[in-house]
Nanobody, 121 residues
Framework: QVQLVESGGGSVQAGGTLRLSCAAS????????MAWFRQGPGKEREGVAA???????FYADSVKGRFTVSKDNAKNTLYLQMNSLKPEDTAMYYC???????????????WGQGTQVTVSS
C-alpha cells in the first residue's frame, strides 16, 4: 500500500514557474518507479515525466526542456519543476508509483488525488 499526496499547484501567468511536490508514504521502498501525469479539460490522461530506479528521467515532448522531475529518497518526495509555463499546461497533475516500470503510460498502481495547475495568457 502506498499513499501519494500532491501539492504546489496554483494559478500563474504564461511564462511563470511552479514546483509540484508528491509526498509518498507506506511501502515506498518496494514502489521505486514514479511518474507525473496530467489531464486537461476534455483530454485523456497523459504522461508528463517519469523517473526510473536508476535515476534516469523521461519526458513528454511537449514539456522537454521546460520541466524537470526529481526525487528525494530521504524525504520520500517526488518533485516536478515547471518553468516557462504555457496555457496548454493547464491540467490536473497527478503523481503515480508502482513496483514495475510503466514509463509514461497511465498504468501505475497507485495514484495521488491530484493538484490543479492553471496557466493564463
Amino acid at each position: 500500500q502506498v499513499q501519494l499526496v500532491e501539492s504546489g499547484g496554483g494559478s500563474v501567468q504564461a511564462g511563470g514557474t511552479l514546483r509540484l511536490s508528491c509526498a509518498a508514504s507506506g511501502d515506498t521502498y518496494s514502489h521505486r518507479y514514479m511518474a507525473w501525469f496530467r489531464q486537461g479539460p476534455g483530454k485523456e490522461r497523459e504522461g508528463v515525466a517519469a523517473i526510473a530506479s536508476d535515476g534516469n528521467t523521461f519526458y513528454a515532448d511537449s514539456v522537454k526542456g521546460r520541466f524537470t522531475v526529481s526525487k528525494d529518497n530521504a524525504k520520500n518526495t517526488l518533485y516536478l519543476q515547471m518553468n516557462s509555463l504555457k496555457p496548454e499546461d493547464t491540467a490536473m497533475y497527478y503523481c503515480a508509483a508502482d513496483r514495475i516500470w510503466w514509463h509514461l503510460f497511465p498504468r501505475y498502481q497507485y495514484w495521488g488525488q491530484g493538484t490543479q495547475v492553471t496557466v493564463s495568457s
